[in-house]
């Protein structure tokens, strides 16, 4: 299951953006292998709420694309009891900010919300890039593999 909200109005949050970071996430868990119901919360905001976000918990004050907040470290000692729907986490996104990257990187919006989403579910799941080199590598290539998937590419 998916929880939406949006805390914005400078974008339009419809069924179709609502059904392509559907898409995103279920791609997600099912490239990991996700075999354990589970849910997943998604808030739209502006650049200004994810300034503030980004600031009150990482000590950065400036606005960034996605924030995700795990509620597993998914290590030996913090796994989810898979018998019950199990609540991953929360993911941020600033459409504003995807709406800025996309045009940078000369492709559609949806790609770059896609993206992002991708990104935010597998450090939902424990992955982190910024760890190490090749934890970064690690993550690339599955987001790659998981855009190609759901068949998301431009």
């Known amino acids: 299951d998916i929880y939406f909200s949006n805390d914005q109005d400078k974008f339009t949050v419809d069924e179709s953006l609502e059904n392509l970071v559907y898409k995103a996430v279920r791609g997600a868990l099912e490239f990991e292998e996700v075999d354990f119901d589970c849910e997943v919360s998604v808030t739209f905001i502006d650049n200004e709420g994810i300034r503030s976000l980004n600031n009150e918990y990482r000590n950065k004050?400036?606005?960034t694309d996605v924030l995700s907040f795990p509620m597993?470290?998914?290590?030996?000692d913090d796994m989810p009891d898979t018998d019950f729907s199990?609540?991953?986490g929360d993911i941020v996104l600033s459409l504003e900010r995807a709406a800025e990257q996309a045009e940078e990187f000369g492709h559609s919006y949806e790609r770059e919300v896609a993206f992002l989403t991708v990104h935010s579910v597998l450090h939902l799941l424990g992955y982190d890039h910024e760890l190490s080199e090749e934890d970064d590598l690690d993550m690339r290539e599955r987001q790659r593999k998981i855009m190609e998937?759901?068949?998301i590419l431009r």
């Open 149 to 151: 998937r759901i068949n």
């Open 72 to 76: 597993y470290a998914f290590t030996e």
């Open 61 to 63: 004050d400036s606005a």
């Open 86 to 88: 199990v609540e991953l």
